[in-house]
């Protein structure tokens, strides 16, 4: 279940420190922006949705407005929080980031998408970070 936590800055700015970027001190705080901005925005769009998630055929009886109910689908906000953070390490460490197979150990990359994706509620990681890259 997506959440934003309470301490969201002081936890992107622990899990950046963490992830040690090779930028400089502006592209840091860039970098931290980033993936914060993208998380409220996450939310924002989470909890008051403008349209429908999908896009719906507007007609008569739901005029293109109208949800079905039960849990929210997550794929706009994973997409949202992944564009952030891959443009987030491609500036923190001027390259592409990789995304790993599954059978092998977890590149840098996918472990902080994993510690940001943790914080957010998100899970299988590494399965859709595969089908946001392809």
Partial sequence: MFRVPVTLDKDIARIVDE?????KSQQIKQIKQIVIDAIRHADFYYRN???GYEALKPTRQNF?????RGRKPLKNIRYLIYSALFKSWLLGFSEIPKVNNKNYRDTK???FARLVSELVGLGKVLQHLEEFRS
């Fill in 64 to 68: 293109g407005t109208s949800r079905k």
């Fill in 49 to 51: 949705p403008v349209a």
């Fill in 19 to 23: 992830t040690k970027f090779r930028a």
């Fill in 109 to 111: 990359f996918v472990s």
